[in-house]
T-cell receptor, first 112, second 114 residues
Framework: GESVGLHLPTLSVQEGDNSIINCAYS??????FIWYKQESGKGPQFIID?????DKRQGQRVTVLLNKTVKHLSLQIAATQPGDSAVYFC???????????FGTGTRLTVIP | NAGVMQNPRHLVRRRGQEARLRCSPM?????VYWYRQLPEEGLKFMVY????????ESGMPKERFSAEFPKEGPSILRIQQVVRGDSAAYFC????????????FGQGTRLTVV
């Protein structure tokens, strides 16, 4: 479902460390999920997606984990780099819905 | 292969004027979505269109807002008689086969109403 955030959750990591960004989704009927990265002044950039028939999917330096039991999604970024600094959104698509519902977002800051 | 193209990037309108936002989807994509984003918030769905058809406009205000995706040319989001509360970033996304496929976003149009 939708949520409105007054302050973005933040995560600070040292360059080279791994990052884990978490997302709790609300609709148990959601069966498609996407992680987006949004840099300041830019549009959301597709990172990786996963469907509900999977619990893990890997991309280049990123892994998405899906736990349908507790309605939880996470994005793991390996060897975080300064260019990874951005706001990360999870988005869910409930079965039959025509749109994505976005979470509040997490601001990731990578410390050189 | 160019991505989703939106223009203008920035638009300033006085209260009461009209705003027209344009979106050209990625090549081969016939599904277009418009979202609105306020600062420090996630994107909120407005409308979903396919060529010449509005599929779902449940997120779009009933008054002053309209959208179209003609057979030829870009999708247009039109806001009539803008008010200060319309100030936001408006993003367009496109996908190849509907909402359960990868949706790619444009860089957005930042509308400021003065």
């Amino acid at each position: 479902g939708e949520s409105v955030g007054l302050h973005l959750p933040t995560l600070s990591v040292q360059e080279g460390d791994n990052s884990i960004i978490n997302c709790a989704y609300s609709n148990s009927a959601s069966d498609y999920f996407i992680w987006y990265k949004q840099e300041s002044g830019k549009g959301p950039q597709f990172i990786i997606d996963i469907r509900s028939n999977m619990d893990k999917r890997q991309g280049q330096r990123v892994t998405v984990l899906l736990n349908k039991t507790v309605k939880h999604l996470s994005l793991q970024i390996a060897a975080t780099q300064p260019g990874d600094s951005a706001v990360y959104f999870c988005a869910e698509n409930p079965a039959g819905a025509n749109n994505l519902f976005f979470g509040t977002g997490t601001r990731l800051t990578v410390i050189p | 292969n160019a991505g989703v193209m939106q223009n203008p990037r920035h638009l300033v309108r006085r209260r009461g004027q009209e705003a027209r936002l344009r979106c050209s989807p990625m090549k081969g994509h016939s599904h277009v979505y418009w979202y609105r984003q306020l600062p420090e918030e996630g994107l909120k769905f407005m409308v979903y269109l396919q060529k010449e058809n509005i599929i779902d406009e449940s997120g779009m205000p009933k008054e002053r807002f309209s959208a179209e995706f003609p057979k030829e040319g870009p999708s247009i989001l039109r806001i009539q008689q803008v008010v200060r509360g319309d100030s936001a970033a408006y993003f367009c996304a496109s996908s190849p086969q509907g909402p359960t496929t990868e949706a790619f976003f444009g860089q957005g149009t930042r509308l400021t109403v003065v």
